[in-house]
């Protein structure tokens, strides 16, 4: 009886990885007034924390997709859960505002900065024919843990307070990730199969005649740094990021300052998660059969849309609505240019590559929070926020239109 393909554990230690280290990056919303109001600070200030610490995640997902080529993802994996617990701990035992830039920032991008690059790199080397449809499933993790974290912490806030949320959510986070790391393997070949569970690359399948290509004809990252498409990728997921970051993190102060209660306000983000999720499998799977370039690009469109729809939004069913829609696309989008990379690129160098990449998303999530508060603070209101957020998502459907093969 054939042993089922090791690249399905794989797969799951990329979605428990994403979920407790994306889930909580997405989940920080939930934490903002709770930390403007102990530390008095603006909402400028307070989501400037959040923006530090994705301008260094944009350091560490380049040190992280070199080190996973040399390392492998077992080493980087348990690194990266030693400091995301780590960091939520010591967060929720900050006694001034400014320490937030170390235990926070800092840490919790040692921790995390990497670990959406680790992740589906892995992931892409172990499918080809499927990948869109599993990179989606571990993309996802980080989606039904901000559906799962954020309600969770809410209550944690809610009953006792948030240094306790934080430690508690931290403890859980170091446990999993440390644990789940040691089944990672860089490459189907250390177990003497193929991608996709093949036992022979020479076959006259489509799919798997793919996999002889990528691993063959793959280019470095110098090389890739050099062509258009790398460009134009990497711009497309800066503008998505920018947009998509400013929403998580301002969402829920935005359906909070409308009169929406906190508890309701941290369900949107649960449906933005449950949304992405589907987003992400299903987008994903039609992207193996359809292509992905023009279903990108529609995506963007609507997407663009859908915060149109946010920023004439004063009510609970309304904000829903956006977060099933936006959340649907956003997942899609994600796994489909995550799923480019390794389609233009093949999965030689993917972890260096991927990592320059992840840098421009997380550039983005520095920009769009930070400018979000900004624009709050000085006038008193999110639509010019959401509009330019709106303007970001059709600059990056702009450039998925423009990649070539």
């Keep these: 009886m054939r042993k089922t393909y090791y690249g399905w554990t794989i797969a799951a230690a990329g979605f428990l ?102 992740v589906n790199t892995t992931t892409s080397r172990w499918f080809v024919k499927k990948r869109g449809f599993v990179i989606g499933i571990t993309s996802s993790g980080g989606s039904v843990g901000a559906i799962i974290l954020a309600p969770f912490a809410t209550y944690l806030i809610s009953t006792y307070n948030w240094r306790t949320a934080f430690m508690v959510v931290g403890l859980i986070s170091w446990i999993v990730m440390i644990s789940v790391s040691v089944w990672l393997k860089k490459d189907p070949r250390d177990m003497n199969v193929f991608p996709d569970g093949a036992l022979t690359e020479d076959t006259d399948h489509k799919g798997e005649k793919m996999t002889a290509q990528n691993l063959t004809h793959s280019f470095t990252a110098a090389q890739a740094f050099r062509m258009r498409q790398f460009w134009l990728l990497g711009l497309s997921w800066l503008f998505m990021s920018n947009s998509i970051h400013m929403i998580y993190v301002h969402v829920v102060p935005f359906a909070v300052d409308s009169g929406i209660s906190p508890l309701d306000a941290a369900f949107i983000l649960s449906v933005l998660g449950i949304a992405s999720i589907l987003g992400r499998l299903v987008l994903g799977r039609l992207s193996d059969t359809i292509g992905r370039k023009a279903l990108g690009v529609t995506c963007g469109l609507l997407h663009t849309a859908t915060l149109l729809w946010l ?22 989008s994600g796994t489909i240019i995550t799923s480019l990379v390794g389609d233009i690129f093949g999965t030689g160098n993917l972890g260096s590559i991927m990592g320059l990449i992840t840098a421009g998303w997380a550039l983005g999530a520095a920009i769009g929070p930070a400018v979000g508060g900004y624009i709050f603070d000085v006038w008193g209101s999110y639509s010019i926020a959401f509009g330019a957020g709106a303007a970001a998502l059709l600059i990056s459907a702009c450039f998925i239109a423009c990649i070539k093969p």
Excluded: N
């Design 17 to 118: 990885l994403s979920f407790f280290g994306i889930g909580a990056r997405y989940s920080f919303g939930v934490f903002l007034k709770s930390i403007e109001t102990e530390f008095s600070m603006t909402r400028t200030a307070a989501s400037g924390i959040f923006s530090v610490y994705m301008l260094l995640c944009v350091f560490f997902a380049i040190l992280g997709g070199w080190a996973i080529d040399k390392q492998g993802p077992r080493k980087i994996g348990l690194i990266m859960g030693t400091m995301t617990g780590l960091s939520l701990l010591l967060t929720g035992k900050v006694s001034a505002s400014w320490q937030l830039l170390i235990t926070y920032s800092l840490f919790l991008s040692l921790g995390t900065g990497a670990i959406y690059g680790v």
């Design 311 to 332: 920023m004439q939004s004063d009510q609970l069913w309304m904000m829903v609505v956006f977060a099933v829609i936006f959340g649907s696309l956003w997942g899609g």
